[in-house]
């Protein structure tokens, strides 16, 4: 028997022996691998994961090295399948039971929670010295910590608390800032009757809290806290009462569920299963690829469509999408929940409360949703209901097993009767004149349903074949194409050459989906010709079309199409990505007319691109292909991506599209310095434009970095004051005024010599701030009048927007509140009509620091941190919890200031601004004081005091 131990020392055990002699990188190779079985991992990922930045020049060598050590060794242990090679990468494929983490994962699934943590002897991947280790030990320390905590729970409702003393206390010392873990000791020592010991165990979270984080415990634990001291009857086993959560509002009826074939045929037995009434309320349905998961989930969720009255939901997850990565359980609850209806505004940003919105929207409401293509059950884990009438369909390549109370149902190919009943539905007559034929048909076709339909949509077009005449195609390509390629064979084969070449230029494109535009330009047709040929493939099921004008392959046909792109090369990528390069000039053209001066530099394109009729079009057009931009400069010909990042900068920066905006600037970056000296001009802008991102992420010190390494590199004047107002805003930011006043002088001067009237505009805004903190608000207002008339000038209702919003500042400190507020209200209403969240945020959380009544002020400071994490607004987000803490303690709401305070306290050190200072006093002195009147709770300073701090 072959077994892998990771939950301790990494060891291969063969019939209960450890196998000696394995080096220690071979089994760092081999953990990593087995950590991710069944992903495939490519070379460069092995790399990273041993070596991280800091790789040898041997590192390609020695990963080879390992897999041929590695492989090996299995060979002599029997398991000669365990260690494949795919075509990007490696892959581990162990069977069920050969792992400890992966038993350990479905033993906490099953809630055999003790057999689990048995399976432990010492720390994840203990003697393995790689780059990932840390992250995995402290990945799986938690798994084995909430396990452990899951199965105290267990054992203190079942009364066993006596039992659980001496091994809880010493997982406490283990893990002294665990709150979960010390909550179960407290309450384990309170009901042996030792109360004062509970009371000890939890002054001592509350110390080693304050010192190592400055932090107070939670909510739950202060209250778990103030029962053991006041014996509270509800801390017995029995419990009490929780109150009733109110009703949720009902939800208008919604379906998102794509089309359900008219010719579904079989699967009789699983649809009994799937539409009676008895099953849970999560399904998985798992299968191979093309095995009709997907078709069958849809057309069970159209039957059950009436019993679910609140919604029909639907999202493909992507998990096993080519070239593309999986949808992230956040980002996949983010669509979930405003399918369901939710406003964006209340969607929170952290996986955990997307999640808890998503429980809470579903508790009383019946809904449907189909969750398709997920990775494992970590994947689709967040997603799931609570207690609810809801139904959730799970479609997977892998079986769930990890799913508590999941009812799975595995998908095999279809049956001799339903499968020649599907290939009769498309075909007809002809299919009952060849019995015998269509059973060949079907045999070559594996039975696997995408295969029949491909074969049998190509025979129905084509009424002189005979079934026989297809079969004899099929079975001459048996020997090239396995299984279901030789039906993509022969469908491919079937299309006329124009569509062959579409098909295979489709497949290189990098991209998720297509419009007829972007294929004309990767094909170099016309854009009618283009959008024909789609239509054609779309009809020969060579393609899908999710929505309306836009074109997409099932994964398999995907990597076929790609497989034979092989000798068309790189051009027809580099012409989709130079039609990209054009459309997003002309889109951002439309959006931003006041700065068409800054992309000049992109020369007029040789061939017509489609016009841009408006800015409704332009910023749908920019949304629907941001990804696929991307992802073709990103996978694309290594070619200078400079004038891409150039066109498409004002439009990632207002969006707040700002980790895209990273990776486009970023690769601009290293393929300028690649490229060499003639690329110049393009290291300097990236440089420029990777600084400016950073400051608005809150990334201060590298946005310093790379603003100086811009001026090192630079003497063109547009550029330099880029790099210094960035320094500038920078340093005002850690209120280094001096620093400030000459970077933003220096700018200044340098947009005067330029001409440039944008840039002026904009280094006066910033001066302006410096020189009102300086004592000098008449000669801020004095910049701030003549930036504004220099936005009008040029047309920048941003720039308006933002320099309303620094006179706002400017009045509040000289005390004219109702003066500042009419210019926040106008640069927040400006912000509104760019669709610009991000920097609205900063109008609001104004309009609520000059609005002289602490209730407004919460009001408004609650819309601006909303929209500050939408957004990832790090600085906004910490000026709206500070001007929350401070409302609430002026309101007499201690606790919220209390809570809030710290939540801004936390932002600003991680900004490294002096306000963190400033909070941190306020959280001292005012919240001390309001908490001896009544205020904030005593037990809470503590985690504030100086001696914490």
Same mark, same amino acid.
């Given at each position: 028997?072959?077994?892998?131990?990771?939950?301790?020392?990494?060891?291969?055990?063969?019939?209960?022996?450890?196998?000696?002699?394995?080096?220690?990188?071979?089994?760092?190779?081999?953990?990593?691998?087995?950590?991710?079985?069944?992903?495939?991992?490519?070379?460069?990922r092995l790399i990273d994961a041993m070596w991280g930045y800091d790789q040898p020049d041997t590192a390609r060598s020695q990963i080879h090295a390992s897999i041929t050590a590695l492989r090996k060794v299995l060979r002599g242990a029997g398991a000669v399948q365990l260690l494949q090679t795919r075509s990007g990468g490696y892959v581990a494929q162990p069977e069920p039971g050969q792992v400890d983490a992966q038993e350990f994962t479905e033993l906490v699934a099953a809630g055999e929670l003790r057999e689990a943590l048995d399976l432990w002897s010492g720390e994840a991947v203990e003697d393995v010295h790689a780059q990932y280790v840390s992250g995995v030990r402290e990945l799986w320390h938690d798994r084995r910590l909430s396990a452990y905590e899951r199965l105290v729970e267990a054992e203190l409702a079942a009364g066993r608390h006596g039992d659980l003393l001496d091994e809880l206390a010493a997982q406490v010392v283990a893990d002294p800032l665990r709150e979960k873990l010390t909550g179960h000791l407290v309450l384990a020592l309170h009901r042996a009757g030792r109360q004062a010991d509970a009371l000890a165990a939890a002054r001592s979270y509350r110390t080693a809290l304050a010192d190592e984080q400055g932090l107070d415990p939670g909510h739950a634990f202060t209250e778990l806290e103030r029962a053991v001291l006041a014996d509270d009857p509800a801390l017995r086993l029995a419990g009490a009462a929780q109150p009733a959560e109110p009703p949720q509002p009902a939800v208008a009826r919604r379906s998102f569920l794509p089309y359900d074939i008219p010719d579904?045929?079989?699967?009789?037995?699983?649809?009994?299963?799937?539409?009676?009434?008895?099953?849970?309320?999560?399904?998985?349905?798992?299968?191979?690829?093309?095995?009709?998961?997907?078709?069958?989930?849809?057309?069970?969720?159209?039957?059950?469509?009436?019993?679910?009255?609140?919604?029909?939901?639907?999202?493909?997850?992507?998990?096993?999408?080519?070239?593309?990565?999986?949808?992230?359980?956040?980002?996949?609850?983010?669509?979930?929940?405003?399918?369901?209806?939710?406003?964006?505004?209340?969607?929170?940003?952290?996986?955990?409360?997307?999640?808890?919105?998503?429980?809470?929207?579903? +508790?009383?409401? %019946?809904?449907?949703?189909?969750?398709?293509?997920?990775?494992?059950?970590?994947?689709?884990?967040?997603?799931?209901?609570?207690?609810?009438?809801?139904?959730?369909?799970?479609?997977?390549?892998?079986?769930?097993?990890?799913?508590?109370?999941?009812?799975?149902?595995?998908?095999?190919?279809?049956?001799?009767?339903?499968?020649?009943?599907?290939?009769?539905?498309?075909?007809?007559?002809?299919?009952?004149?060849?019995?015998?034929?269509?059973?060949?048909?079907?045999?070559?076709?594996?039975?696997?349903?995408?295969?029949?339909?491909?074969?049998?949509?190509?025979?129905?077009?084509?009424?002189?074949?005979?079934?026989?005449?297809?079969?004899? %195609?099929?079975?001459?390509?048996?020997?090239?194409?396995?299984?279901?390629?030789?039906?993509?064979?022969?469908?491919?084969?079937?299309?006329?050459?124009?569509?062959?070449?579409?098909?295979?230029?489709?497949?290189?494109?990098?991209?998720?989906?297509?419009?007829?535009?972007?294929?004309?330009?990767?094909?170099?047709?016309?854009?009618?010709?283009?959008?024909?040929?789609?239509?054609?493939?779309?009809?020969?099921?060579?393609?899908?079309?999710?929505?309306?004008?836009?074109?997409?392959?099932?994964?398999?046909?995907?990597?076929?199409?790609?497989?034979?792109?092989?000798?068309?090369?790189?051009?027809?990528?580099?012409?989709?990505?130079?039609?990209?390069?054009?459309?997003?000039?002309?889109?951002?053209?439309?959006?931003?007319?006041?700065?068409?001066?800054?992309?000049?530099?992109?020369?007029?394109?040789?061939?017509?691109?489609?016009?841009?009729?408006?800015?409704?079009?332009?910023?749908?057009?920019?949304?629907?292909?941001?990804?696929?931009?991307?992802?073709?400069?990103?996978?694309?010909?290594?070619?200078?991506?400079?004038?891409?990042?150039?066109?498409?900068?004002?439009?990632?920066?207002?969006?707040?599209?700002?980790?895209?905006?990273?990776?486009?600037?970023?690769?601009?970056?290293?393929?300028?310095?690649?490229?060499?000296?003639?690329?110049?001009?393009?290291?300097?802008?990236?440089?420029?434009?990777?600084?400016?991102?950073?400051?608005?992420?809150?990334?201060?010190?590298?946005?310093?970095?790379?603003?100086?390494?811009?001026?090192?590199?630079?003497?063109?004047?547009?550029?330099?004051?880029?790099?210094?107002?960035?320094?500038?805003?920078?340093?005002?930011?850690?209120?280094?005024?001096?620093?400030?006043?000459?970077?933003?002088?220096?700018?200044?001067?340098?947009?005067?010599?330029?001409?440039?009237?944008?840039?002026? +505009?904009?280094?006066?805004?910033?001066?302006?701030?410096?020189?009102?903190?300086?004592?000098?608000?008449?000669?801020?207002?004095?910049?701030?009048?003549?930036?504004?008339?220099?936005?009008?000038?040029?047309?920048?209702?941003?720039?308006?927007?933002?320099?309303?919003?620094?006179?706002?500042?400017?009045?509040?400190?000289?005390?004219?509140?109702?003066?500042?507020?009419?210019?926040?209200?106008?640069?927040?209403?400006?912000?509104?009509?760019?669709?610009?969240? +991000?920097?609205?945020?900063?109008?609001?959380?104004?309009?609520?620091? +000059?609005?002289?009544?602490?209730?407004?002020?919460?009001?408004?400071?609650?819309?601006?941190?909303?929209?500050?994490?939408?957004?990832?607004?790090?600085?906004?987000?910490?000026?709206?919890?500070?001007?929350?803490?401070?409302?609430?303690?002026?309101?007499?709401?201690?606790?919220?200031?209390?809570?809030?305070?710290?939540?801004?306290?936390?932002?600003?050190?991680?900004?490294?601004?002096?306000?963190?200072?400033?909070?941190?006093?306020?959280?001292?002195?005012?919240?001390?004081?309001?908490?001896?009147?009544?205020?904030?709770?005593?037990?809470?300073?503590?985690?504030?005091?100086?001696?914490?701090?």
């Open positions: 028997m072959l077994r892998f131990t990771l939950l301790g020392p990494v060891q291969l055990i063969v019939d209960g022996e450890p196998l000696t002699g394995i080096a220690p990188r071979h089994r760092a190779v081999l953990a990593y691998l087995l950590l991710n079985s069944g992903r495939v991992i490519s070379i460069e579904f045929s079989g699967r009789t037995a699983e649809l009994e299963r799937l539409v009676g009434e008895h099953h849970g309320p999560v399904v998985t349905i798992d299968g191979m690829a093309g095995i009709g998961k997907t078709t069958l989930a849809v057309h069970v969720a159209h039957r059950l469509a009436a019993r679910y009255p609140d919604g029909r939901l639907f999202i493909d997850l992507r998990a096993h999408t080519a070239g593309r990565e999986p949808v992230d359980a956040a980002a996949a609850l983010e669509a979930l929940l405003r399918q369901l209806g939710v406003p964006a505004d209340r969607i929170p940003v952290t996986l955990g409360e997307r999640s808890a919105l998503w429980r809470a929207e579903l +508790a009383d409401r %019946r809904v449907l949703a189909v969750l398709d293509n997920a990775l494992d059950a970590d994947h689709v884990r967040p997603l799931l209901p609570g207690h609810s009438d809801t139904l959730v369909l799970v479609t997977s390549r892998r079986r769930l097993v990890a799913l508590d109370g999941a009812q799975a149902l595995s998908v095999d190919v279809l049956g001799d009767q339903d499968a020649a009943g599907l290939f009769e539905r498309i075909v007809g007559e002809r299919a009952r004149d060849e019995p015998e034929a269509v059973g060949e048909v079907l045999r070559l076709c594996g039975h696997l349903p995408l295969a029949i339909r491909i074969s049998a949509a190509r025979l129905q077009h084509r009424p002189r074949w005979t079934v026989s005449y297809l079969a004899d %195609r099929l079975r001459d390509h048996r020997r090239l194409l396995d299984g279901v390629s030789a039906a993509f064979a022969l469908s491919y084969e079937q299309l006329d050459e124009a569509e062959q070449r579409m098909f295979r230029l489709f497949g290189l494109a990098p991209g998720r989906d297509i419009d007829p535009y972007g294929a004309a330009a990767l094909a170099g047709i016309a854009e009618e010709e283009a959008e024909e040929l789609l239509e054609g493939l779309l009809d020969a099921h060579m393609l899908l079309q999710l929505e309306p004008g836009r074109y997409t392959f099932h994964d398999l046909l995907r990597e076929h199409a790609r497989s034979m792109a092989e000798d068309d090369g790189t051009v027809p990528v580099l012409q989709l990505l130079t039609y990209y390069l054009h459309r997003s000039r002309a889109a951002v053209d439309r959006l931003f007319p006041d700065s068409l001066s800054h992309r000049e530099g992109i020369p007029q394109p040789t061939t017509p691109i489609p016009p841009i009729r408006d800015a409704e079009q332009a910023i749908t057009w920019l949304d629907a292909e941001r990804g696929n931009i991307i992802a073709t400069a990103v996978h694309g010909p290594e070619i200078c991506v400079g004038m891409l990042a150039l066109a498409l900068r004002p439009y990632l920066d207002r969006q707040a599209h700002h980790d895209d905006a990273l990776t486009l600037q970023t690769l601009a970056l290293q393929r300028a310095r690649k490229l060499g000296h003639a690329h110049r001009d393009f290291e300097v802008q990236a440089l420029s434009d990777l600084a400016w991102t950073c400051w608005r992420l809150g990334e201060y010190e590298r946005a310093e970095e790379h603003a100086h390494l811009a001026l090192e590199a630079c003497e063109e004047p547009y550029e330099r004051a880029r790099a210094l107002l960035t320094l500038g805003n920078v340093a005002l930011r850690r209120r280094q005024d001096k620093e400030a006043e000459q970077y933003l002088t220096q700018a200044l001067d340098l947009t005067r010599i330029g001409a440039d009237t944008w840039g002026e +505009a904009h280094v006066l805004g910033i001066l302006a701030l410096v020189l009102d903190r300086a004592g000098r608000p008449r000669d801020a207002r004095r910049h701030l009048d003549v930036a504004l008339a220099l936005h009008r000038k040029v047309g920048n209702p941003a720039g308006e927007a933002v320099i309303l919003n620094h006179i706002g500042v400017v009045l509040r400190h000289q005390g004219e509140l109702a003066q500042a507020r009419i210019r926040h209200e106008r640069a927040a209403a400006l912000y509104r009509e760019l669709g610009n969240t +991000a920097d609205e945020a900063a109008a609001l959380n104004g309009l609520a620091e +000059a609005a002289g009544d602490p209730a407004r002020a919460v009001e408004e400071h609650a819309d601006a941190l909303a929209l500050a994490l939408a957004t990832r607004n790090r600085p906004e987000q910490a000026r709206a919890h500070d001007g929350l803490a401070r409302a609430h303690l002026g309101l007499g709401h201690s606790e919220h200031a209390g809570e809030h305070g710290r939540l801004a306290l936390g932002l600003y050190e991680e900004l490294g601004v002096p306000e963190a200072e400033e909070i941190r006093t306020f959280l001292i002195s005012d919240c001390r004081a309001a908490g001896v009147e009544g205020g904030l709770p005593s037990v809470e300073r503590h985690a504030i005091s100086p001696a914490a701090g």
